[in-house]
């Protein structure tokens, strides 16, 4: 994973369902089943985007201050589970 400018691994797809009726990351395997925050998150997670401007932009988006431990949180996890190259 590059800690500065995370990326989405290409073994997943990020896409709203409408059966769930909220967004998921679909693999080969199956699906992960994901709340608001971490699509929001995962949205950005393009290899162009540092760390610090995805929070700046869910920040401003969101009306809310201080998301940095959410979003590294996040990040870390979905690092650990693969889904961030």
């Known amino acids: ?8 691994s ?5 896409q709203y369902e409408e059966a769930q009726t ?3 990351l679909l693999y080969p395997e199956g699906m992960v089943q994901l709340n ?6 995962l949205k950005r997670c393009d290899g162009e985007r540092t760390v610090a401007e995805i929070v700046s932009e869910l920040e401003a988006a969101f009306s809310v201050h201080d ?3 959410q979003v590294e949180s996040l990040l870390e ?9």
């Open 1 to 8: 994973m590059n800690p500065l400018r995370p990326k989405l």
């Open 22 to 24: 909220r967004w998921v």
């Open 77 to 85: 996890e979905g690092g650990r589970r693969g889904w961030i190259d």
């Open 67 to 69: 998301l940095t431990p």
């Open 10 to 14: 290409r073994r997943f797809r990020l």
């Open 36 to 41: 608001d925050s971490a699509a929001e998150i």
